[in-house]
């Protein structure tokens, strides 16, 4: 099978490997579509410090099954599946406390073991969700995105009629932002420094969308406030505008040396609430679900595929921030 392997850290090529032979309790998926995140980039640039390598990368994904090794039950040859990367030990304290995404061995397909940039992809068979019908594998792929923005969603109070405010209209936060107008949201307002981004917002339901907060009309601040930029000034802003007794969500991946200000005083006598919020846990078939149901618009999420030999234009693309969800579809040997 043709595959992206990344050798060392800045050193990749597509190039071919054998096919994948499933195991006891594994599967084997033809992957349709694989989505390229912030991960990936890091992976690359060998900054993130689970992967070893050599690799093939891709963990946002969803695909044909199409082999089955023993023990495996609950799917079949064609049926269509997106698969949850997560690879807990289910030994830790974490994993014994039902926190699987904070495992002290976690592991990922396509972090730490080979993943979807190919053709084929072997995996365990309980990390396989069928898709519904209608739901093609392209939008099967966005599954893995959306199940980290429910697990947010878990980990935040929720009350109706709550104000929302987003720091961050890509990928991520408009994934928020949907879930926030489907959880009952008084308002959401999106904030951006890429003005292109914001038109996309307003389509998708904001009710404002601007480059800077100072530009919204709320002095009282909002209940909930969500980071998804991981950019210390956003981060910083964005604990500015919680209003008295709300929560602040750090969602965006900031890098392990950041630091930020915030004022304890305010902290204490505001009772601000800050959370974080880390990966997928127990999150992915309610994923699958919202997804089938159009809660989400995929095809609106979804800008731009490349096929696997064009993974430098791809991830030029992302860099950019010219698109929202950029994929790969390793089965196409050439961009349509």
Request: aromatic fraction near 6%; hydrophobic fraction near 45%.
């Amino acid at each position: 099978m043709r595959a992206l392997v990344i050798e060392e850290p800045g050193k990749y090529s597509v190039t071919t490997l054998p096919d994948p032979a499933p195991g006891p309790g594994e599967v084997v998926v033809r992957v349709g579509a694989v989505g390229i995140c912030g991960t990936d980039l890091h992976i690359v640039a060998g900054e993130f410090p689970p992967t070893s390598y050599p690799i093939v990368p891709g963990h946002e994904f969803a695909g044909e099954v199409v082999e089955l090794g023993a023990e495996a039950p609950g799917v079949r040859v064609g049926d269509t599946v997106a698969v949850d990367p997560s690879l807990f030990c289910g030994r830790c304290h974490y994993c014994a406390i039902g926190r699987g995404n904070l495992c002290e061995n976690w592991g990922a397909i396509g972090d730490t073991v080979d993943g979807a940039m190919a053709e084929y992809v072997k995996v365990p068979v309980e990390n396989c969700h069928r898709l519904p019908g209608h739901v093609p594998a392209t939008h099967g792929a966005l599954v893995e995105p959306l199940s980290c923005a429910v697990h947010g969603f878990d980990v935040l109070p929720r009350q109706l009629a709550s104000h929302y405010l987003i720091y961050g209209a890509g990928t991520m936060g408009l994934l928020m932002l949907q879930l926030a107008i489907a959880a009952g949201a008084a308002s959401v307002s999106v904030v951006d420094v890429n003005a292109a981004r914001l038109e996309v917002a307003r389509t998708l339901g904001a009710d404002a969308a601007v480059t800077d907060a100072d530009e919204l009309d709320r002095p009282e601040g909002w209940e909930i406030v969500i980071d998804c930029t991981g950019a210390i000034p956003a981060i910083e802003d964005g604990l500015s505008r919680v209003r008295r007794g709300g929560t602040f969500q750090q969602f965006g991946v900031a890098a392990a040396a950041a630091r930020a200000s915030v004022s304890p005083f305010r902290v204490y006598n505001d009772e601000i609430t800050i959370v974080g919020s880390m990966a997928v846990l127990h999150s992915f078939g309610r994923a699958v679900d919202l997804l089938g149901e159009g809660v989400i618009d995929a095809d609106t999420m979804i800008t731009h595929d490349f096929p696997l030999g064009e993974f430098d234009e791809a991830l030029d693309t992302f860099r950019s921030g010219a698109g929202r969800k950029i994929q790969i579809r390793p089965l196409r040997k050439e961009r349509l």
